[in-house]
């Protein structure tokens, strides 16, 4: 097996095996763009690691060793030899990018022997000296697990004692001084002394990288972006160049496009006299790329002319590395760029217009739940602000939280339900569970292309960097505002920033919520042209249903009624008609939600004139309308421990406490709900049905188009649907009178129950669709109670593979899928043109949405938010799959008359 392969050797198909970095380094060598020779370690070698118990395979640093000897050949030095050193850089490179999670070593090949050859050879001591100091600390850091700030203090007094606050101004004596101190600290962390074999740095390095593929926040950055584990990452090792060897040497990180807002032009940063991980760690703040235009115009102009040949390359924004030694430009690496959900989406519509991808691609690009990134709250600029300073706009969006100082208790507090801004001088990988936990980032150093500023990216979060008006303490920032006021912010204190703007902002700020743009409304249009899924949304109020329709719903797949019932003014009446001791009680009660509840469906109506609504009936148990049974018995010792108590309320307590025992089920969930309370209470049903229909009467008056689907939940016997139905009919005669000929409607279920999906053959012969409850179809699937397993052991069960996904956030394709396959197939077997979908949360989720194409249902049901995300993601399914196996006519629109079915 090949383990090894130059960079001239490989190419871009090769992506799998050499990684993303490995693979484009390849490519860009292959095209003759000036690329430090080296070769790739394959991610089949990273697998044998681990497989073999964290052991190199044999033969492997034969292959490395081989390698190094082309190097050599390539570049007139040697590795390890004292006079003219070959040094080289070891760095991760996993086929999906993962930038800053996983570990890398500069400057491999210094021992207390080379490093003087190599200030003999450049004539700069200090630069040599410098090297190898940075390859001790990292080379501690990553193969020792030493932690950096052992190093860094060491480092800070150092340029305490010398006056001098930049690494440039560190003299060669001081490097020396400090080298010296680095061992002392390997010696006594490690137990051992830095390597001055340089084969054993090569081969200690090689595995320190392939460990960091499952270091801490490599595995969470994996968990929350789906990459699987079992990807693994290749290792890349390059010969060096310096970006720090004197005036004439730089280092940076350029975009091709501005990975914020999408705009063509040239983005990134550089440092003068640094090497790379100076400019991606934000230790110092670096200078804008268009500034190197004007230090050096040559090296610029190449780099414009490189960027654009790379991006027409790929077909898509670069994010590009590159170092200048002594006035010459190097390439480090190229991959696709990390974006916002703004940028991402601006790129794609931009790259179709410029003829460099066609539509098809551009849809592909999206990444669905980008989406909901897209969809930013900005604060509201009516409102006065108490700006505190201002940094650089890393990432857009706005955020209000109170202000925290570490990762760990960022990540407590946000599971204990406090929203926080992440503070720090500067995030590095180790923070990412504390950025997870965020609303929002803040740091006092770093650029635009900072650790912090690219994971918050990544995640959509806003990010303000480089904030250097901050003075950081232990729990608290010091900062002087520009009208010179003195403010410290102290943990816990409210804080907003404004990832748009940079503002740093006291206390907490009014949000506005997002609009659709431009280039998102064009790309929805071109995803449309390509779905055959219809995308519906689930909404309970007429402002609900037109943001949905707004943002492109075609359709209320799910209206729960019960959420009409919810109101201050309502829950008065609801109880009484629950508390009602007999039918002509109960009916007053009713006839006073009546009028309600037509109101409700009229405004839900008039949002969606044209569209169908799905209209639930009362789902939930009608204990959840009344008073928790615990605190009405507390509530009554405490009026009886009161003997001047109210006679008449404690009666009237005693009335509330014996129904609400005698409503009480041991599981109410699989009790007295849904169409059973129906079949048992049909009073209840009747007046929702009159009020749907009185509703249809009053909008029809209004010449408006309306299309009501009556869904019965919880069906798991034909029966049940049977005499449902019978009841709806009989109802929309009553009230529709003369237009209940002509006017069209449905009557349908819900599929919840795994009975009525094994049966739904015999259901099918009583409506006119299915729409499968995912929610609750899992949770009577997997025997699980969803606030029960979410809060107790689902996310161990995820954590440790025993299952791929939390089956409520991810549809459970073998057990839960499998059910809706079953109905799908069963039910247009009776009824070819039975209308199927989902309405569950799983409706505005990628992954189950492709199920739902595949599947062959007709649509899907999410949230209003998640619909622009529904719409991208179902036409990418079209893409993926092609159109699903499904009868022609069971994918045309089937509006029957009640009575037909």
């Not at 960097?465 to 010179?484: H, K, P, S």
């Amino acid at each position: 097996m090949q383990s090894v392969v130059p960079f001239h050797s490989g190419h871009a198909g090769l992506k799998q095996l050499l990684g993303g970095k490995g693979a484009n380094l390849a490519e860009m060598t292959n095209a003759g763009l000036p690329v430090p020779p080296g070769f790739t370690i394959t991610t089949d070698v990273c697998r044998s690691y681990y497989e073999a118990g964290k052991q190199l395979p044999a033969g492997l640093m034969e292959q490395v060793h081989q390698a190094m000897r082309e190097l050599e050949q390539a570049k007139g030095q040697g590795f390890g030899d004292p006079a003219k050193p070959l040094l080289v850089s070891v760095r991760s490179g996993s086929v999906t990018s993962m930038p800053g999670m996983m570990d890398t070593i500069l400057n491999l090949g210094l021992n207390d022997e080379t490093v003087q050859g190599l200030a003999s050879l450049t004539g700069n001591p200090r630069f040599a000296f410098d090297c190898y100091r940075r390859l001790i600390q990292m080379f501690g850091n990553v193969v020792f697990d030493i932690e950096t700030y052992q190093f860094e203090r060491l480092l800070h007094r150092l340029k305490q004692r010398l006056a001098v606050s930049l690494d440039s101004e560190v003299s060669a004596e001081g490097w020396t001084e400090l080298i010296g101190e680095y061992k002392t600290v390997i010696r006594k962390e490690a137990g051992r002394e830095f390597p001055q074999q340089v084969e054993e740095q090569l081969a200690l390095a090689i595995e320190a990288v392939f460990r960091s593929w499952n270091n801490a926040r490599a595995q969470v950055y994996r968990k929350v972006h789906q990459i699987p584990d079992e990807q693994g990452t290749a290792v890349n090792i390059q010969t060096m160049v310096f970006g720090n060897m004197g005036s004439d040497c730089g280092t940076g990180v350029v975009f091709t496009r501005n990975p914020s807002t999408g705009e063509p032009v040239l983005y990134g940063e550089y440092l003068m006299n640094a090497q790379g991980e100076d400019v991606v760690a934000g230790v110092r703040t670096p200078v804008p790329i268009a500034k190197l235009g004007e230090e050096m115009p040559l090296v610029f102009d190449q780099l414009v002319r490189t960027a654009e040949k790379l991006e027409r390359h790929y077909t898509d924004m670069q994010d590009i590395e590159f170092t200048v030694e002594q006035g010459k430009l190097y390439l480090l690496q190229t991959r696709n760029g990390k974006r916002t959900a703004q940028a991402a989406v601006k790129i794609a519509v931009d790259l179709v217009r410029e003829g460099v991808i066609d539509t098809g691609e551009a849809v592909n690009r999206i990444e669905p739940f980008h989406l909901d990134q897209l969809l930013h709250r900005a604060i509201d600029t009516d409102k006065p602000l108490h700006v505190l300073a201002a940094g650089l706009p890393a990432s857009p969006g706005a955020a209000s939280g109170v202000a925290v100082f570490d990762a760990d208790t960022a990540e407590a507090w946000a599971r204990a339900g406090r929203k926080v801004i992440l503070v720090r001088s500067e995030t590095t990988p180790e923070d990412i569970h504390g950025v997870l936990a965020a609303e929002g980032v803040l740091t006092s150093r770093g650029g635009m292309t900072s650790h912090a500023a690219v994971v918050a990216r990544g995640m959509g979060k806003p990010c303000v960097c480089g904030c250097e008006a901050l003075r950081l303490t232990d729990r608290a920032f010091a900062v002087t505002t520009a009208d010179g006021e003195a403010v410290t912010v102290r943990e816990g204190d409210a804080l907003s920033i404004d990832g748009a703007t940079g503002r740093v902002i006291l206390g907490e700020v009014s949000l506005r919520e997002p609009e659709l743009t431009g280039e998102l409304e064009q790309l929805l249009d071109w995803a449309d042209e390509i779905r055959t899924l219809e995308v519906y949304t689930n909404a309970d109020t007429p402002e609900d249903a037109a943001k949905a329709r707004s943002f492109g719903a075609e359709g209320i797949g799910l209206c729960r009624t019960e959420h009409m019932f919810m109101s201050a003014e309502r829950v008065p009446v609801v109880q009484a008609m629950i508390l009602a001791e007999t039918a002509e009680e109960r009916a007053e009660a009713l006839a006073k939600l009546l009028p309600m509840q037509q109101e409700d469906f009229e405004g839900i109506f008039r949002a969606m004139d044209g569209l169908p609504v799905t209209i639930r009936l009362l789902d939930p148990p009608l204990h959840e309308f009344l008073p928790n049974m615990e605190q009405l018995v507390v509530e009554r010792e405490r009026l009886n421990g009161q003997p001047d108590a109210d006679p008449d309320r404690k009666e009237r307590l005693e009335k509330l406490l014996r129904k609400v025992r005698t409503l009480h089920e041991m599981n109410p969930m699989l009790g007295t709900r849904g169409c059973r309370l129906g079949l048992v209470l049909p009073d209840i049903y009747e007046m929702q049905i009159e009020a749907v229909f009185r509703a249809v009467l009053s909008c029809l008056r209004e010449q408006l188009d309306v299309r009501p689907d009556i869904m019965i939940p919880l069906v798991g016997h034909a029966n049940e649907l049977k005499r449902m139905r019978e009841l709806v009919t009989r109802k929309a005669d009553e009230v529709l009178g003369e237009f209940a000929r002509t006017f069209r409607y449905r009557v349908g279920t819900m599929i919840e129950v795994p009975r009525a999906a094994v049966t739904a053959g015999d259901i099918a012969q009583h409506a006119d669709f299915f729409s499968f409850g995912t929610n609750d179809l899992t949770q009577m699937t997997f025997g699980y109670s969803r606030d029960d397993a979410e809060g107790k052991f689902l996310t161990h069960y995820v954590e440790t593979k025993l299952l791929p996904d939390n089956p409520f956030q991810v549809l459970d394709r073998d057990g839960v899928g499998t059910l809706i396959e079953w109905a799908v197939e069963r039910g247009r077997a009776v009824k070819p043109k039975l209308k199927t979908g989902i309405c569950g949360e799983h409706g505005g989720d990628k992954q189950s949405i492709f199920f739902c194409h595949g599947a062959g249902l007709d649509y899907v049901s999410c949230s209003p938010y998640r619909v622009p995300l529904a719409r991208i993601a179902a036409a990418q399914a079209q893409l993926a799959l092609g159109s699903a196996a499904v009868p022609e006519t069971a994918a045309e629109e089937a509006v029957t008359s009640g009575r037909s079915a």
